[in-house]
């Protein structure tokens, strides 16, 4: 099983869009700063997540996701 994934920075209120087999494993590496991308907005905590059954599913709503960042579009899905 794969996750699409939407996390928050506690710090700085930024988000951030992946995808994952294993969510706990992927937020920790968000918090532990091993991440360059996420590093200055430790800590992280999720705000949404969506199963799928096959990667290719889980990065094409990743992607989907991501062309929706800032619009009308992803503020309803984090407001969910």
Do not use: C, D
Request: glycine share 8%; no cysteine; charged share 30%.
């Amino acid at each position: 099983m794969f996750v699409a994934y939407i996390i928050q920075s506690e710090k700085n209120g930024k988000y951030y869009v992946g995808f994952t087999s294993n969510l706990q494993k992927r937020l920790k590496y968000h918090n532990t700063g091993k991440n360059k991308s996420t590093k200055q907005g430790i800590p992280w905590k999720i705000v949404r997540q969506e199963h799928f059954g096959t990667k290719k599913e889980a990065w094409l709503r990743e992607r989907q996701i991501k062309s929706y960042k800032g619009g009308e579009a992803f503020k309803n899905l984090i407001s969910i």
